[in-house]
């Protein structure tokens, strides 16, 4: 049975803090492209940041570079965002997802993790 978890959200103000994590099963978690979504209030989903299936390499949304940290720990199936210095336009509910690096290039998502930036 796949899973995909996340969890982390929560309220915060401007300039502070949270480290979201995705947790996943039911899948070879290390034959997996991993990435944070988000999709503002009104708005479309969008990328945030996607690190490869071995850790490498690494991409981010031009909004949060210097500001997010995606990494995954393949031993605990496992991808994190640490989210710094955050803006009240970082509100959003956050998604993860698994992307199959080989055919039939299988996605999954998880449910979503809210995160809330206002004073």
């Known amino acids: 049975q796949v899973q995909v978890v996340e969890s982390g959200g929560g309220l915060v103000q401007p300039g502070e803090s949270l480290r979201l994590s995705c947790a996943a099963s039911g899948f070879t978690f290390s034959s997996y492209t991993m990435t944070w979504y988000r999709q503002p209030p009104g708005k479309g989903r969008e990328l945030v940041a996607s690190?490869?299936?071995?850790?490498?390499?690494?991409s981010y949304a031009d909004s949060v570079k210097g500001r997010f940290t995606i990494i995954r720990d393949n031993a605990k199936n496992t991808v994190y965002l640490q989210m710094n210095s955050l803006k009240p336009e970082d509100t959003a509910v956050y998604y993860c997802?698994?992307?199959?690096?080989?055919?039939?290039?299988?996605?999954?998502w998880g449910q979503g993790t809210q995160v809330t930036v206002s004073s």
């Open positions: 997802n698994a992307r199959q690096t080989s055919w039939p290039w299988v996605n999954y």
């Open positions: 690190i490869t299936s071995t850790g490498g390499s690494t």
